[in-house]
């Protein structure tokens, strides 16, 4: 399975962005999907993560009210819709995928995307 994120860009604080993550291989409703951040200097974060069907979503405590992780299962594509940017939300923003374990765990993705980035200036 490949995934291809997109979506990223330069937007001022308190802007919003959508990114995307098209799953190519293997249909995405078999997967729990999940965002990840990296930004400039520091280790990845987990950022948002949904069930397989879609009933579930967890968010990290900094993100909680302004992103929303979504999936449409007939498109083969997840969503994070990210509202009220801030600058320390810069980062490269990955989707990664896990056949196994549940939505609530941070841990057991083996599937990764490239990266778009996201710069949100001040």
């Known amino acids: 399975v490949q995934l291809q994120a997109s979506g990223g860009g330069l937007v001022q604080a308190g802007g919003s962005l959508r990114l995307s993550c098209a799953v190519f291989g293997r249909t995405v409703r078999n997967y729990v999907m999940g965002w990840f951040r990296q930004a400039p200097g520091k280790e990845r974060e987990f950022v948002a993560s949904i069930s397989r069907v879609g009933g579930s979503t967890y968010y990290t405590d900094s993100v909680k009210g302004r992103f929303t992780i979504s999936r449409d299962n007939a498109k083969n594509t997840v969503y994070l819709q990210m509202n009220m940017l801030r600058p320390e939300d810069t980062a490269v923003y990955y989707c990664?995928?896990?056949?196994?374990?549940?939505?609530?765990?941070?841990?057991?993705?083996?599937?990764w995307g490239r990266g778009t980035l996201v710069t949100v200036s001040s």
């Open positions: 990664a995928a896990k056949a196994n374990g549940p939505a609530a765990s941070m841990v057991g993705y083996d599937k």
